[in-house]
């Protein structure tokens, strides 16, 4: 199984839907959660972190399901500038190399049609 | 602040060439990253640093060399290129190694292509 799992998609929603992301992880002992951005073509950014509470930006939901081991991203009245590709980012346990260590999921593409 | 940059933006090299890649942040950050993003496989960590002076190997870190002399630069270098080293190429820095630290900055990447 890999570490990070996410669906490639593409999924092609219409403006104004409501769009949801899961991505599954491997190791329980997994210690932070993110989301990550990335426009075609450009590098990455940081969409939000994703707390065990869960948690909201505008538009965007993040939540963590430990038990099950999976992180969710929502993203509601979808705008046609919410295309891009998705990167699920977890940070795996201290293994004492100096650092801890980002593993990235492949991405889910979303694209928001007019 | 410039942020994270890399230079070049794009190379095309010969089979058994070399080359450097270099990154540089004006962030004061002392962790510094390199990875290769290819399709259908994500982004795959090669070399990374926690400060200067040091260098540590990633998850795919064969065919490629490092070195953090100054903080502020990074350097990846192929020392005899091959096909397989065609992709783009993303160097990141981080402030810090906390986990509350988590924003990685990008920079915009690199694309090489190996003939």
């Known amino acids: 199984r890999k570490e990070v799992e996410q669906d490639p998609g593409p999924f092609n929603v219409p403006e104004g839907a409501t769009v949801a992301f899961n991505c599954t992880y491997s190791?329980?002992?997994?210690?932070?959660f993110f989301w990550y951005r990335q426009d075609c073509r450009k590098e990455p950014k940081l969409l939000m972190s994703?707390?065990?509470s869960g948690n909201e930006d505008g538009r965007f939901t993040a939540q963590l399901n430990r038990a099950s081991q999976y992180i969710s991203l929502l993203i509601r009245d979808s705008k046609l500038s919410d295309s891009a590709t998705y990167l699920c980012?977890?940070?795996?346990?201290?293994?004492?190399?100096?650092?801890?260590?980002?593993?990235f999921g492949k991405g889910t593409k979303l694209s928001v049609i007019p | 602040n410039a942020g994270v940059t890399q230079t070049p933006k794009f190379r095309v090299l010969k089979t058994g060439q070399s080359m450097t890649l270099l990154c540089a942040q004006d962030?004061?950050?002392?962790?510094m990253y390199w990875y290769r993003q290819d399709p259908g496989m994500g982004l795959r960590l090669i070399h990374y640093?926690?400060?200067?002076?040091?260098?540590a190997k990633g998850e795919v870190p064969d065919g490629y060399n490092v070195s953090r002399l100054k903080k502020q630069n990074f350097l990846l270098g192929l020392e005899s290129a091959a096909p397989s080293q065609t992709s783009v190429y993303f160097c990141?820095?981080?402030?810090?190694?906390?986990?509350?630290?988590?924003?990685?900055?990008f920079g915009p990447g690199t694309r090489l292509t190996v003939l």
């Open positions: 990141a820095s981080r402030p810090g190694d906390s986990l509350n630290t988590d924003t990685q900055y």
């Open positions: 190791n329980s002992a997994s210690q932070s």
């Open positions: 994703v707390y065990s």
């Open positions: 980012v977890v940070i795996l346990p201290y293994s004492g190399a100096g650092s801890y260590q980002l593993t």
């Open positions: 962030m004061n950050h002392e962790y």
């Open positions: 640093s926690v400060g200067e002076g040091t260098t």
